[in-house]
């Protein structure tokens, strides 16, 4: 029969070792976990920066096409303005100088 102090001791390291082990694995999930949501953390953040620069083309683009518009639509009224000042010269003038003479 064993001494009953050697099985108590017996038990009491394996004991030990059994939460040495736990508390070796819970260390090892806690690193994995870390690296893990690491990983993903990049992954959204990469996948952040990807859309943001989608959406700067995107607006830049629309950018570029209202800027378009607006030009155009400016060179038509100057245009529209230069053919209107060409054609009505002569009636502006005499109308200014009507105004000022008082005639």
């Known amino acids: 029969m064993n001494n009953p102090i050697e099985t108590l001791s017996s ?3 394996r004991a030990s070792q059994i939460i040495d082990n736990a508390a070796a694995q819970k260390k090892a999930l806690a690193r994995e976990f870390d690296e893990k949501a690491q990983i993903i953390s990049r992954q959204i953040q990469e996948d ?3 859309r943001m620069k989608e959406l700067a083309k995107t607006l830049d683009d629309a950018n570029a096409q209202e800027i378009s518009r607006l030009s ?3 060179r038509r009224n100057l245009a529209q ?17 009507s105004r000022i003479t008082g005639a």
């Open 11 to 13: 038990i009491d390291a």
């Open 48 to 50: 952040a920066k990807a």
């Open 72 to 74: 155009l639509e400016a």
């Open 81 to 97: 303005l230069d053919a209107d000042y060409t054609a009505n010269h002569d009636h502006y003038v005499q109308e200014i100088f």
